[in-house]
């Protein structure tokens, strides 16, 4: 009998969870909520489609699924027992076309739920996915291994927009090549393999690195045959084959700071443009001077770069950048020489706080500050400095200009409940930022930051149409903080959003413009979606203060 109940409870503990991994964890039932909706696929039930719940962390950037389960006959799906906060509701199927409308542009849509709440029709009208397939082969018609296809959505007047699948490593061919893309949204794409200018990431066998090659085997773009996508349908054979493997090349340099001295770990930018100055592309990677100053970048194509040294706050210098054309030889003899900047010290106080040593919740706090660039196509830098226990700080390799200072943090995990109040220098406010000269040393900055107990709760309404596949941000700034200095929070599916420790004032909030970025023959484009919304919201301490954001699209020629 003992061992038969002992069964029985294992079989009942297996169940259980069984279970809770698939339904979220029970709350109290004066907490717990429920999230549901209606799925369809071509406007019919998704009978059995896997829905997936995702609990976002505090900052929004991670989801961890916590539940899922299939939707039933009529399509219909409920989570229960959802405690309060922030979810994702997804689906698992890469071959369907979700919105990306989950925090961050993740697949999905964001949803906040509060205690006990139910909410109803976060609802999803998916569309069966195409499919591209084929197979990349060299001149001699051997399996193309490792390499990562491109598609590009064809848009108006020859712009395109690359299309990223949920399933990354389907744009990979095989060991024999191939390679099968689910999940393609309907429409016209170029399809192409290999790269066209810069320095391309080494991938497949050996780190081959081929010359861009579009279907159906063609480097001139304007020559492309592009390719149909359709609801549900494959399109197969879509096979390249590419020429020769390119050869890259080498440049090198030093750098000097003001005295002619090499100096050491000066990290470089490098933006890379195609020959014909049509397209540009700015990265970041190990590019640095070593310990004798001298700096060396391999793997590099044919084509204009620019490089642009950091700020250096060690050695308190900056440069500027510089251009340069790079032929089919290596180059070396570059020089870039670095200039002494100026610096901006001073202290930061918490206000309220009658103690000076700031509270441990902000021993991350940073300061970042922005330079305005010194001409066209060039970086004004900008520099950061922690600020120590003290409240003391140092921003130095500053160039001349106005400086405008902004709150940063060196921890992923740093509350952003801090605002900048006021900023002081010489018994005046700075808020529009301080002029700095060449080499100033500028001391006695003082940076008032706080926190409160006010609340903003509100809902960006739509009107005069539908928005599908955007995603809305709402950016908010207290009005006597450092202007442009704005954070950003992101509704909901019910448009819906809270934000919390809130220093009493006014605030202004944002919403849109919504701009898709484009690029083509014709070069980069911004296109375009919704007007600015804006409107002013007074905050008190301890209250909620409620808000509607009305967005009224009207059709546009």
């Known amino acids: 009998m003992r061992n038969y109940l002992s069964v029985m409870f294992l079989a009942v503990l297996i169940w259980t969870m069984y279970t809770n991994s698939q339904q979220p964890l029970q709350t109290t039932q004066a907490q717990s909520g429920s999230i549901a909706g209606y799925i369809t696929i071509g406007g019919k039930p998704a009978a059995g489609v896997e829905v997936v719940l995702l609990k976002l962390d505090d900052k929004g950037s991670r989801r961890t699924q916590i539940a899922s389960l299939k939707a039933e006959e009529d399509g219909r799906y409920r989570f229960t027992g959802v405690a309060p906060g922030d979810y994702d509701v ?17 697949p999905g849509r964001t949803v906040k739920v509060g205690s006990g709440e139910a909410v109803q029709s976060i609802d999803f009208n998916l569309i069966q996915g195409g499919v591209i397939t084929g197979r ?28 990223y699948p949920a399933n990354h490593n389907s744009l990979k061919t095989n060991d024999q090549g191939v390679y099968r893309v689910e999940g393609v949204e309907p429409g016209h794409y170029l399809v192409s393999v290999g790269v066209s200018y810069g320095i391309p990431r080494s991938e497949g066998e050996s780190g081959k690195i081929y010359k861009q090659t579009f279907y159906p085997g063609v480097t001139d773009q304007s020559k492309a045959t592009t390719v149909e996508v359709k609801e549900g349908a494959v399109s197969g054979n879509i096979d390249i084959a590419v020429g020769n493997l390119l050869k890259t090349y080498m440049v090198t340099g030093r750098i000097l700071d003001a005295d002619g001295n ?8 490098i933006v890379s443009m195609r020959e014909d100055g049509s397209v540009r592309t700015n990265g970041t990677g190990p590019w640095s001077s070593d310990s004798s100053g001298e700096f060396r970048i391999e793997g590099a194509l044919p084509g204009h770069y620019q490089l642009v040294p950091q700020v250096d706050a060690s050695s308190n210098s900056y440069g500027d950048s510089i251009d340069f054309d790079l032929r089919n030889e290596n180059l070396s003899g570059i020089e870039i020489r670095m200039t002494r900047g100026a610096t901006i010290s001073g202290s930061v106080i918490v206000d309220g706080n009658k103690d000076s040593t700031l509270p441990d919740q902000l021993s991350d706090l940073g300061l970042s500050v922005f330079m305005p660039p010194p001409g066209r196509g060039m970086d004004g830098g900008s520099s950061r400095s922690r600020v120590n226990r003290d409240g003391s700080f140092k921003l130095s390799g500053l160039r001349p200009g106005k400086a405008r200072i902004f ?33 100033e040393q500028i001391t006695g900055v003082r940076i008032t930051i706080g926190s409160g107990t006010g609340v903003i709760r509100g809902e960006v309404k739509i009107e005069g149409g539908q928005l599908e596949g955007v995603r809305l941000y709402v950016d908010y700034r207290h009005t006597k903080s450092t202007p442009n200095s704005y954070s950003v929070i992101e509704p909901d599916a019910r448009g819906r959003f809270v934000i919390e420790k809130l220093v009493a004032g006014d605030y202004e909030l944002l919403v849109g413009p919504m701009t898709v970025n484009v690029t083509g023959d014709a070069g980069g484009k911004t296109m375009g979606r919704m007007p600015t919304v804006k409107q002013t919201v007074s905050v008190k301490p301890g209250a909620e203060s409620e808000v509607t954001l009305v967005l009224a699209l009207t059709p546009r020629e």
């Open 90 to 106: 997804s689906f698992s199927s890469t071959a369907l076309i979700v919105p990306k409308q989950g925090r961050y542009g993740q």
């Open 262 to 269: 090499p100096l050491p770990n000066v990290r470089l930018g």
């Open 407 to 439: 709150l940063t943090s060196f921890s992923p995990k740093f509350s952003n409940e801090f605002t900048i109040l006021r900023i002081e220098h010489n018994g005046a406010e700075r808020q529009e930022g301080i002029n700095v000269g060449p080499g």
């Open 136 to 163: 990349i082969t060299n001149a001699d018609g051997v399996p193309v291994v490792g390499q990562t296809i491109k598609l590009n959505k064809t848009a108006e007047r020859g712009f395109s927009q690359e299309f």
